[in-house]
């Protein structure tokens, strides 16, 4: 058993390990973070979640190498949520935007992916920020 529990901390700890709280499944970046590579896979992990998205708006951005202030709280934000930019430093990534709608409110979804995966993400209603699962 304490072999066990060595293996899944060392899991845990791995900056390339994510959780999804929304399909309560861990994964890695390299096998089976959630895709994103087309609009129907993004859309789909929005549904999941609860959100039905339209209007896609997309962009590419690039994660700075050093976080500012900002950064540091979103990524603490993404954290929470399972995923982690500082792995991302300094790589542009994909950023896509949709309407959203469900929970009974409106909103705006925000996807961050990287060479087809979803690596963070957020749900903005009424100037509070949440979650892509926070809410369902």
Partial sequence: IAALAAVLLAVLLSP?????????????????????????QRTEFLYQAGWEASEEMHETVKIPREFDAVYQEYNLFLQQQGFDLRRFAGKEVERYQYRVSGHGENGMATLLVYEGRIIGGDVSVEGEMYGVSAQG
Avoid: H, K, N, R
């Avoid at 390990?17 to 609009?39: I, N």
């Fill in 16 to 40: 390339a390990v994510l959780y999804s709280p929304a399909q309560q499944v861990f994964w890695t970046l390299e096998s089976a973070a959630p895709l994103g590579d087309t609009q129907q």
